[in-house]
């Protein structure tokens, strides 16, 4: 049976909704930040005013250690959101992902989502994105340059979904091939690759095999965010949804995978549940070089638009800031090297 070209761009339409309407959280599961505490240093030598947040990635200068993650695109409700959110990671100076270019692939009727984030975007690296299932399969290897250009991406995001995939209705849990073909894609494009969960975490022996095959950045996207399995439940109306909460927490795949930064050079992203400038400080102490946030920001923008989420993303930097200022390091460096207590050893 012919596919209805129109699947993909109604299913977008509605991830949105759901996430912008229902309580798609972890029911019973934190990101783990919570069991940690920072240590208070009461002989700081900062000036608060010279603490520098700007950082690297991929080689350009970004104000902040944070990008906006992967979302949305091939679907109407797509263009404004996507066009929102670039205007504000350009203005804040911030790298933005579009959502999965799986619909550019299909036609060019949504081409326009898409490519309005590099359009209101042009001073900050903009990250394409497809799915394991499209990179798996070998027939879309001549056709991921054209998603490339489609934005002028600054580099690709291969994003890790195998649960979401079970559990959506016409979904595509057919992975085979996936290391092979992302090797391939890696030799093929010029760009960074950086490979992605969608909430169920990216741990250290996965991590190392993506790695292996030329893979340049890892994002962890842990538990205790947003549940993309609860997501798909909710689409499907279903009653049972046993693997709701399934995943290794944010915290834990940092410090995981964070142990493979002794014999490899790789860029490592902490997402999943963050919506705290404390959460942020806490993500880099445990090893992130950078940290990234989606449903918060995606519900900021569509309440407040441009200048909520400038305003949400400054105040969690503005904590961040004083949390540096507080433990006695003046830049996102030092930040990444102060130790952190678990909450047990307080009492
Ligand atoms: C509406 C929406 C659509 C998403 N679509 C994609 C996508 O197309 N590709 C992708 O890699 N991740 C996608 N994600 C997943 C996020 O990038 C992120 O990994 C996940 O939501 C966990 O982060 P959070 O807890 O901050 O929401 C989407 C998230 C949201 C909220």
Redesign the pocket.
């Given at each position: 049976m012919a596919k209805d070209p129109h699947l993909t761009s109604k299913r977008k339409k509605e991830?949105?909704e759901l996430?912008l309407n229902e309580d798609v959280g972890f029911k019973n599961k934190t990101n783990g930040f919570d069991k940690y505490e920072f240590i208070h240093n009461a002989v700081t030598e900062i000036n608060y005013e010279e603490i520098d947040l700007s950082t690297k990635f991929f080689g350009s200068k970004i104000s902040l250690p944070f990008l906006i993650?992967?979302?949305?695109g091939g679907t109407i409700e797509a263009q404004s959101i996507n066009a929102n959110l670039a205007t504000a990671a350009n203005e804040i100076g911030i790298p933005i992902g579009v959502?999965?270019q799986r619909q550019a692939l299909e036609n060019s009727k949504y081409h326009i989502s898409y490519k309005i984030i590099r359009k209101n975007a042009p001073d900050v690296p903009v990250l394409g994105?497809i799915g394991a299932a499209q990179a798996a399969d070998k027939n879309n290897l001549d056709k991921i340059q054209m998603l490339i250009d489609l934005i002028e991406a600054d580099a690709l995001?291969i994003?890790l979904n195998p649960l979401q995939e079970l559990i959506q209705k016409n979904g595509e849990p057919d992975f085979s091939g996936l290391l092979k073909n992302i090797e391939k894609i890696a030799k093929k494009i010029k760009l960074p690759i950086i490979a992605?969960?969608?909430?169920s975490g990216i741990n250290k022996s996965s991590a190392r095999k993506l790695l292996e095959v030329g893979v340049r950045g890892i994002d962890v996207?842990g538990a205790g965010?947003?549940s993309?399995s609860g997501v798909e439940y909710l689409r499907n109306k279903d009653s049972i949804n046993q693997f709701w909460d399934w995943g290794l927490p944010t915290t834990y795949c940092i410090k995981d995978v964070n142990k493979l930064k002794k014999s490899n050079y790789f860029t490592l992203i902490a997402?999943?549940?963050?919506s705290s400038g404390e959460e942020i400080a806490k993500a880099i102490a445990l090893g992130a070089d950078l940290t990234a946030?989606?449903?918060?920001v995606?519900k900021e923008i569509s309440v407040n638009g441009i200048e909520g989420v400038k305003y949400l993303i400054n105040s969690w930097f503005d904590t961040v800031k004083k949390i540096m200022y507080l433990t006695g390091v003046n830049n996102i460096d030092e930040l990444k090297k102060i130790k952190l207590l678990r909450k047990e050893e307080l009492y």
């Open positions: 991830h949105i996430c993650s992967c979302m949305t959502g999965s994105n995001v994003h992605k969960e969608v909430g996207a965010g947003t993309w997402s999943g549940g963050i946030s989606a449903r918060p995606l």
